[in-house]
């Protein structure tokens, strides 16, 4: 158990365009919990040893996530799961990117910790 993250890439629209999906799930079932998928691309590549749960993300990248909400922050659906996409116009899957990243869940009420998941890498 316990919550699972991860950050993939697949066909959009047309052939030159990219999905990216950014998704949790293992979370608290029935919570509405929020859960942040802290994602680095300026220093990725060196989970496990990151600052923040592994991941070593710089303070831009986090307030420039947390200011834009979603794909990076969201909410639990009723089985615990969350899931945004994005489509990046213009350039097609695999876009040469590499990220680090990793989800935490907070309880809606109080803002407390609940649960993080292990960092990754991902290669998009």
């Known amino acids: 158990g316990g919550l ?6 697949t066909p959009g629209p047309t052939p030159f365009d990219a999905n990216v999906t950014f998704g949790a799930s293992g979370g608290t079932p029935c919570s509405g919990n929020m859960v942040w998928i802290a994602t680095s691309a300026v220093n990725a590549g060196q989970v496990p040893n990151g ?11 986090l307030t420039w996530e947390i200011g834009l909400g979603a794909p990076f922050l969201g909410y639990l659906d009723p089985s615990g799961n969350y899931s945004s996409t994005i ?6 899957c695999p ?4 990220l680090d990243g990793v989800a935490l869940e ?6 407390g910790f609940v649960q993080g998941s292990t960092a990754l890498t991902s290669s998009l």
């Open 106 to 111: 907070f309880d809606v009420l109080t803002g």
């Open 51 to 61: 600052w923040l749960y592994g991941v070593n993300i710089a303070w831009a990248e």
């Open 87 to 92: 489509t990046v116009f213009g350039l097609p």
């Open 95 to 98: 876009l040469g990117i590499v």
């Open 4 to 9: 699972v993250h991860a950050i993939t890439c």
